[in-house]
Structure formats: structure tokens, C-alpha cells
């Protein structure tokens, strides 16, 4: 089991990606902090990584967006094993239903309160205690719409353009430390909103998509545990993209020419 013990904590951690994530760190042996925004969505889903795949799990409610939130989470986590391993910042809001000069300025803040904000705070509360060990693996999700624009979505690329650039950021001034940064970078994921997408849609997404088909949890949970593991002790600042080849054609195939 390749992380045996190890405290490892995900946001966002209830429902699709992140509930994938947690889960497969439990099946390698690890102490998961399990994080959601709603402590009976987190307590539902601890009980049900237990019993699967009898792991041990530490249920950390919290907004990730509030600071004082995030605080209580690391102080529980430090109360209980006083390290943690490793953190994955997967906690985000999809920010999706305005045009540039439609977005509220209460929505603009919401969106970068999670998806940064929150990013901010998890890794410095992570960094904190990983000082403490002299090691350690932060892993963020990000997306390939940071560099390959979406229409109506202006507020989600920004935000997703901060990780990057705050992975490097942290990086840089971490890797001396010994805590590795890095990024994976998500395209189609599948999760429980693609059942209720318009007829068609589905179909034309994974035709536009070289190797045929969305990622899926696990595909991004593989790819977050390389990052996270001693496999990969000398990658420090750097992208991993899993999304089928999706960002790397010039044209999607349904107008290539």
C-alpha cells in the first residue's frame, strides 16, 4: 500500500472527483481527512469509505472559503494525528451561467473565495504542519479551460489560471522545505450532471475527444496518488494533463478540416 498511514486530506471530498479521490487513497492504505461543506454529507461518506474499503476516516467539515473554517479543519487534523501527508485542493465551485459583462460582483468573489481562496488557505494550513515533518505533497486540481477558453465562463478560467500559477508559486517557495506542489490538470470529467445533458451532448464530447471518452474519478485519482507518491519525489511545480488529448488538437473533430 503505497501510502500506508498517511494522513491525507481532500477537499471537496462528498460527491464525484474528489469522493473518488478520497476513496482510492483509502483503498492504498491511507488516513483520510475527508472535507465537504456539509457535515452530514461528510459523515454519510466517511461511513460508507469505513465500511468499503475499511479504511480509517477523519470527518473535517468545512467552507474552505471562510479562513476561521479551515483553521478549526487543520487543528482537528493536527489534534487528532498532528501531521498531514498530503493535501488535495479539489474543492471548487463551477462558476457557470454568466457572460463577462453579465457576472454580479457577488458571484465573481464567490467563485475565486472557493476556487482560490480556499486553494490558499488549505495549502497554507497543509504547509504548516508539513513544516512540522520537514515533507510532504500538496496536489491541485486544475483544468485545461486555464489555457483553452470557454465562452459565458470568464470567472471559472481565471480562477483555474490562478492554480496554475500558484502551483508554481508554492513550488518554489516550498520545494526547498521538502513539500512538493503539483498539478493535475482535469478535462471532461464524468460525473452526475452529464445524465441530465440535452440530447446529443454527451455523444459530441466524447467524439471530440482523441482517445474517445471523459476522464472518469478514477482516471484523475491515479493521476493525483503518482503526484502524491514517492514515484514521483523529483517532479516539483509541474502540470500532469489527463484529458484523453482533448487540449492538444488544433481542432475539435466534428470541424476539423
Not at 501510502?3 to 492504498?28: C, D, M, P, S, Y
Not at 501527508?85 to 457572460?99: C, E
Not at 454580479?104 to 504548516?128: D, H, K
Request: glycine letters at 10%; a neutral charge; proline letters at 3%.
Amino acid at each position: 500500500m503505497r501510502f500506508k498511514n498517511q494522513v491525507v486530506l481532500v477537499t471537496g471530498a462528498v460527491r464525484n472527483t474528489g469522493l473518488a479521490i478520497a476513496e482510492a487513497f483509502a483503498r492504498e492504505g491511507a488516513i483520510v481527512a475527508l472535507n465537504g461543506r456539509k457535515a452530514g454529507d461528510v459523515a454519510r461518506e466517511a461511513m460508507r469509505i469505513r465500511e468499503i474499503c475499511k479504511a480509517t476516516v477523519l470527518e473535517v467539515p468545512a467552507d474552505v472559503s471562510e479562513p476561521d473554517q479551515v483553521a478549526g479543519m487543520f487543528q482537528k487534523i493536527d489534534r487528532e494525528y498532528g501531521r498531514v501527508d498530503v493535501l488535495v485542493n479539489n474543492a471548487i465551485v463551477q462558476g457557470m451561467g454568466y457572460s463577462l459583462v453579465d457576472t454580479p460582483p457577488e458571484f465573481l468573489e464567490e467563485v475565486f473565495r472557493i476556487n482560490v481562496f480556499g486553494t490558499y488557505y488549505c495549502a497554507q494550513g497543509a504547509a504548516r504542519l508539513m513544516l512540522k515533518n520537514g515533507k510532504g505533497a500538496i496536489v491541485n486540481i486544475g483544468s485545461v479551460t486555464a489555457e483553452r477558453a470557454l465562452r459565458n465562463r470568464s470567472v471559472y478560467l481565471s480562477s483555474k489560471g490562478a492554480i496554475n500559477s500558484l502551483t508554481r508559486g508554492m513550488a518554489v517557495e516550498l520545494g526547498p522545505q521538502g513539500i512538493r506542489v503539483n498539478c493535475v490538470v482535469a478535462g471532461y470529467i464524468y460525473s452526475d450532471r452529464w445524465p441530465v445533458l440535452a440530447d446529443g451532448v454527451t455523444e459530441r464530447r466524447r467524439a471530440n475527444i482523441p482517445l474517445g471518452r471523459e476522464a472518469r474519478g478514477s482516471d484523475i485519482a491515479g493521476a493525483v496518488m503518482f503526484m502524491a507518491s514517492d514515484d514521483a519525489s523529483r517532479i516539483n511545480g509541474a502540470s500532469l494533463t489527463v484529458d484523453g488529448g482533448l487540449s492538444i488538437q488544433f481542432l475539435p473533430a466534428d470541424l476539423d478540416v
